[in-house]
């Protein structure tokens, strides 16, 4: 189900001024009356994985049914899909920066396939010669298309967003459209940005929703002062500064995912970060590297570690996962809440030595490790102005997890650690549901504004299987330990909570029934099956498209970048997360 594509300002302010309804400026959205109809959004065709369908929020999803029971002795080592955030970034620079750029361990699920399916509707030669690599070849971002039918981003915000911010230095009008659940969520973040920039872009709502229309052109650098700690609007506006004329900086209140900041360097971008402010110059050439590859998705990584502490006896290895300090605050958390998980090998992978098969192989020890003290209980380690995380340099760090069944106790979680857990929210709950105490989260009201109104979904689906959850505006609180009891939950159409009550009912007794379980195939198309793998009791959904198993990631990397995190600092226990050091800059 895609929402309706409304009629540009544009196009109004067009017939106003005399012209025919149907005299629509070219290559902008018809409105829905008296006008033709609009192009249906189509995938390319001959890119395998690209146009998802279904999207998270459609019916179809609706129907996608797995049943779920108790579990125990869960063992085995997994790799980890490719990070959906870096993969969009690095998918969407190396188009931008043209050549031939080869993409291995890319996300496999239904987000990070839109993007590709709206940069070959764009002129981008898109090719996957095996299920985990993409090769993207192309003129370069002036050589870019107009499209022929509106964008399609699906259930990914960060594809539109971040598509946004390219889009606003191209003479040509495009149209972005997505599923109905990403036409619900706020686009005026980055619309009005970009308005000042110099885009014109109309919209639902005044440009707040989508179906969006832009008009790019030459654009003017500014300084934004954002509201929120959003990685989607920060990037968005640094990618249209690219382009801009002058230096164009974003300061933030908390320090997001620095994934971009990160990317950018290796495309031959310099940035300049000052605590929370991150700038770029306009007129940069972006030069990309012929190979990259995607660390696995930390994000991915948490409900698998989730099942591992809550169901007994269990032990399991996860390799290659992403540990970005703006991304670790689920560890964090799980460090504070007592879980035992171990956190081995953390290392930068070398560039452009092209795919190999062992995650744990060739590759530098990652230095400037801080003291890795033990938090007191319930409290999550704190850094420097109240946040561990620090902006890095080029790289991204990845490491090899071990969770084992463990007694947990409650925490309280807010301020500057929400944005670097933001995602891992519904999984965090669903522990705090067995953790000894109550378990606070504040300060989570961007949770409203994802594929569903998560904080209400996580507290009413929990509730359903006989969890203590009190919903707040901002947050929740959990009591726990509460002992759980099948029942029929739904996913709402969002893949977060289909995974995360997959792992709820591997605790709950008797027969937990997930509906709209196929969203999940939204970030990890795998991870029914890899639960299987494991040895829980899944049954269904089978056949999700789009669904190989997942690959390592190849020693090959984004670049050499720099971590503070260690297994094993000097007093810390064996895995934990420590401090950062004096002098790190706040988050």
Not at 469 to 481: A, M, R, S, T
Not at 511 to 519: D, L, P, Y
Request: proline residues 11%; hydrophobic residues 40%.
């Amino acid at each position: 189900m895609h929402c309706p594509t409304p009629e540009p300002e544009s196009n109004r302010r067009h017939r106003r001024a005399g012209g025919a309804p149907g005299d629509a400026l070219p290559g902008a959205a018809p409105g829905p009356a008296g006008a033709p109809a609009p192009a249906a959004a189509t995938k390319p065709a001959g890119i395998p994985g690209a146009a998802p369908e279904p999207a998270a929020g459609d019916p179809a999803l609706d129907s996608g049914l797995v049943r779920v029971r108790p579990a125990r002795d869960l063992g085995g080592t997994l790799p980890v899909p490719g990070d959906k955030s870096i993969a969009h970034r690095a998918a969407l620079l190396a188009a931008a920066a043209g050549g031939r750029v080869v993409l291995d361990h890319y996300a496999p699920g239904r987000d990070a396939a839109s993007t590709l399916a709206c940069l070959a509707a764009l002129g981008v030669t898109v090719r996957r010669p095996a299920p985990h690599q993409v090769v993207l070849e192309g003129p370069g971002i002036a050589g870019w298309q107009a499209p022929a039918a509106p964008l399609d981003a699906g259930n990914s915000g960060t594809t539109m967003r971040l598509l946004l911010g390219l889009l606003a230095s191209r003479p040509f009008t495009a149209t972005l459209t997505g599923d109905a659940s990403l036409c619900r969520r706020p686009m005026d973040r980055v619309v009005e940005p970009l308005r000042r920039m110099g885009a014109l872009i109309s919209g639902r709502e005044g440009g707040r929703r989508a179906p969006l229309t832009i008009r790019g052109g030459d654009l003017r650098a500014i300084h934004h002062d954002s509201p929120v700690a959003s990685a989607q609007v920060k990037s968005a506006i640094l990618l249209a500064g690219l382009f801009a004329a002058g230096r164009t900086s974003v300061r933030e209140p908390a320090l997001s995912r620095d994934h971009t900041e990160r990317l950018l360097p290796l495309f031959g971008v310099a940035v300049e970060r000052d605590g929370l402010l991150v700038a770029v110059d306009g007129g940069q050439v972006l030069a990309a590297p012929a190979r990259l590859a995607i660390p696995g998705d930390p994000s991915a990584a948490a409900f698998y570690l989730a099942a591992a502490l809550l169901c007994p006896g269990s032990r399991i290895t996860l390799q290659g996962v992403g540990v970005n300090p703006t991304r670790a605050g689920f560890l964090e958390v799980l460090q504070a809440m007592g879980a035992r998980v171990r956190v081995k090998a953390v290392r930068e992978l070398q560039p452009g030595a092209g795919p190999a098969g062992d995650p744990a192989g060739p590759g530098r020890p990652a230095r400037g490790a801080g003291d890795g003290g033990r938090p007191a209980p319930g409290r999550v380690p704190r850094g420097p102005a109240g946040s561990s995380a620090t902006a890095g340099g080029p790289g991204e760090p990845v490491a090899d997890l071990t969770a084992e069944t463990s007694e947990l106790r409650a925490v309280d979680v807010g301020g500057d650690l929400i944005p670097r857990l933001i995602d891992e929210i519904p999984i965090l709950a669903v522990l705090a549901t067995q953790a000894r105490g109550t378990t606070r989260i504040r300060d989570a009201a961007e949770l409203r504004v994802k594929e569903t109104d998560r904080l209400t979904a996580i507290a009413e689906e929990l509730r359903r299987l006989g969890a203590r959850v009190d919903e707040h505006p901002g947050g929740l609180d959990i009591h726990g330990p509460t002992p759980l009891r099948g029942a029929v939950v739904s996913s709402r159409g969002d893949h977060r909570m289909a995974m995360a009550l997959a792992v709820a009912g591997l605790v709950a007794a008797g027969e937990t029934v997930i509906t709209g379980a196929a969203s999940a195939a939204v970030s990890d198309p795998g991870f029914f099956s890899n639960l299987r793998r494991l040895g829980a009791p899944v049954e269904g959904p089978e056949g999700l498209p789009g669904s190989p198993e997942p690959q390592p990631a190849s020693p090959v990397t984004l670049g050499a970048g720099l971590v503070s995190l260690e297994a094993g600092g000097a007093g810390a226990a064996p895995g934990s997360l420590p401090a950062p050091a004096a002098g790190d800059e706040p988050a």
